[in-house]
């Protein structure tokens, strides 16, 4: 009898103790609830106030256009995006423009609706690997910015149809993965520091439009004819000496510019290029004044390439 009384005394402490311990267990957990909303008073921390006012803040900026919600800051102190800006996933176009933005965030690949990312004009330094999880992505804004390196993650953008890079300053070099952005037609890499245009664009199989204007080109591929789609070539302002007897077989090629370059001559050729509608082109600078040296015809394109580009830029 004594040892049944025993087993049950200790069956009933047992029962005792792990009732306590859970019920400890409980307040414990509730405290880290509290602490997380602010503390045992049931008050908001300072922290999830802030991301409250931010986020009413961003919710401001956003607008509905041609059927898209676009969120558009301009001209305002933005170095950073916030965290909480996850939370407006459903935003299918970013336009922001002169806030001083450093950094594209990480977490960029949560906006897997995202058509359009216009970051122009502003201080971003890196192109985050991430990006290439946007899939949907149509347009990459990225001119007058300090990038300086390319991730080979952006040739996951499958849609991507429009990348501007131009005014990058240090901008040498693209990885030869960017091949793969089969729908790319829009490529703007003027005004960085390409000594040569990269393969990769050459491989580009739909483009369409490229300006490399205002780089440090030496010379053209010889295989420039492979980029079969290309009805537009900016080229001003580098130090082409020649350009390739393959040029002559761009079939397409509408508009032409490579004015401010040190060439000598052009392929017989060209004389063929029945398209070619635009063509813009400048002797290299000589020591005799413009106004005593007598008519350059050395450069004068065959008479049919007269006119002006469409769409021309204010200085060629």
């Given at each position: 009898m004594v040892g049944v009384l025993a087993c049950g005394s200790v069956s009933s402490i047992k029962a005792l103790w792990e009732t306590r311990i859970r019920r400890i267990q409980d307040e414990e957990e509730e405290q880290r609830r509290r602490t997380?909303?602010?503390?045992?008073?049931?008050?908001?921390?300072?922290?999830?106030?802030?991301?409250?006012?931010?986020?009413?803040?961003?919710?401001?900026?956003?607008?509905?256009?041609?059927?898209?919600?676009?969120?558009?800051?301009?001209?305002?102190?933005?170095?950073?995006?916030?965290?909480?800006?996850?939370?407006?996933?459903?935003?299918?176009?970013?336009?922001?423009?002169?806030?001083?933005?450093?950094?594209?965030?990480?977490?960029?690949?949560?906006?897997?609706?995202?058509?359009?990312?216009?970051?122009?004009?502003?201080?971003?330094?890196?192109?985050?690997?991430?990006?290439?999880?946007?899939?949907?992505?149509?347009?990459?804004?990225?001119?007058?910015n300090r990038v300086q390196f390319v991730p080979e993650e952006l040739s996951g953008c499958e849609s991507l149809e429009r990348l501007e890079l131009a005014m990058n300053r240090d901008l040498n070099e693209?990885?030869?993965?960017?091949?793969?952005?089969?729908?790319?037609?829009?490529?703007?890499?003027?005004?960085?520091?390409f000594t040569c245009v990269p393969d990769c664009v050459v491989g580009l199989p739909a483009l369409e439009w490229l300006d490399m204007g205002g780089n440090q080109l030496q010379h053209l591929p010889e295989d420039i004819h492979r980029m079969e789609k290309l009805h537009t070539l900016w080229l001003q302002r580098n130090q082409l000496e020649r350009l390739p007897d393959n040029i002559s077989r761009m079939a397409i090629l509408d508009t032409l510019v490579l004015s401010s370059n040190r060439l000598r001559d052009i392929p017989p050729l060209m004389e063929d290029m029945s398209n070619l509608r635009n063509f813009f082109i400048s002797p290299p600078p000589s020591v005799t004044p413009a106004c005593c040296a007598p008519p350059d015809t050395s450069l004068r394109p065959p008479s049919h390439l007269t006119g002006s580009p469409r769409g021309a830029r204010p200085t060629i």
């Amino acid at each position: 009898m004594v040892g049944v009384l025993a087993c049950g005394s200790v069956s009933s402490i047992k029962a005792l103790w792990e009732t306590r311990i859970r019920r400890i267990q409980d307040e414990e957990e509730e405290q880290r609830r509290r602490t997380a909303r602010g503390g045992a008073t049931g008050r908001l921390s300072l922290g999830v106030w802030e991301d409250r006012a931010v986020l009413a803040r961003l919710k401001q900026k956003l607008q509905t256009e041609d059927g898209r919600l676009v969120l558009r800051i301009e001209q305002e102190d933005w170095k950073s995006l916030p965290d909480c800006l996850v939370q407006l996933g459903q935003v299918q176009e970013w336009q922001i423009h002169r806030t001083g933005l450093q950094k594209i965030p990480h977490f960029i690949s949560s906006f897997q609706n995202l058509l359009v990312l216009d970051l122009s004009r502003n201080s971003v330094s890196e192109i985050p690997q991430q990006i290439g999880k946007l899939t949907r992505l149509r347009e990459l804004l990225l001119s007058y910015n300090r990038v300086q390196f390319v991730p080979e993650e952006l040739s996951g953008c499958e849609s991507l149809e429009r990348l501007e890079l131009a005014m990058n300053r240090d901008l040498n070099e693209l990885p030869d993965q960017l091949r793969n952005l089969k729908k790319l037609q829009h490529l703007d890499l003027s005004m960085n520091d390409f000594t040569c245009v990269p393969d990769c664009v050459v491989g580009l199989p739909a483009l369409e439009w490229l300006d490399m204007g205002g780089n440090q080109l030496q010379h053209l591929p010889e295989d420039i004819h492979r980029m079969e789609k290309l009805h537009t070539l900016w080229l001003q302002r580098n130090q082409l000496e020649r350009l390739p007897d393959n040029i002559s077989r761009m079939a397409i090629l509408d508009t032409l510019v490579l004015s401010s370059n040190r060439l000598r001559d052009i392929p017989p050729l060209m004389e063929d290029m029945s398209n070619l509608r635009n063509f813009f082109i400048s002797p290299p600078p000589s020591v005799t004044p413009a106004c005593c040296a007598p008519p350059d015809t050395s450069l004068r394109p065959p008479s049919h390439l007269t006119g002006s580009p469409r769409g021309a830029r204010p200085t060629i």
